[in-house]
């Protein structure tokens, strides 16, 4: 959809008001569930957004796009703001070999599943 629009209007979608409690919720929700997956492991709890404001999700992603958190830190982001607005989504990880031998992790989106990987572990919305 951004791509679609033309710098003004993105510049007016990205400085609505509900548009930039939502930017400011994506940033704090980023530093939040990074330091609760650092201490609880996969049992941290992304926290809740606000309501009334899924008018805004082009802006939570493109914050999580520029901030580059990590692919789980990212997937449980989106994942809690997608589950407050309507749209429950799982969130996936799983693993593949590189070229050296070695093991790749990565989470992501139910819907945006990355071509090679094993699925080990799904974790349901909150």
Do not use: K
Request: overall charge positive; charged content about 20%; aromatic content about 8%.
């Amino acid at each position: 959809m951004a791509s679609r629009l033309t710098w003004c209007q993105r510049f007016q979608l990205l400085c609505s008001p509900r548009s930039v409690i939502a930017i400011a919720w994506t940033v704090g929700a980023i530093a939040i569930t990074r330091w609760r997956l650092r201490r609880h492991g996969l049992r941290a709890v992304t926290p809740r957004s606000f309501s009334g404001l899924g008018a805004s999700t082009p802006a939570v992603f493109a914050v999580v796009n520029r901030l580059r958190p990590t692919c789980l830190e990212r997937s449980l982001v989106l994942q809690r703001w997608l589950a407050d607005h309507g749209h429950p989504v799982e969130v996936a990880v799983g693993v593949r070999r590189d070229s050296n031998d070695g093991v790749l992790a990565h989470a992501w989106l139910d819907y945006e599943q990355p071509p090679g990987y094993t699925e080990l572990l799904r974790l349901t919305p909150p």
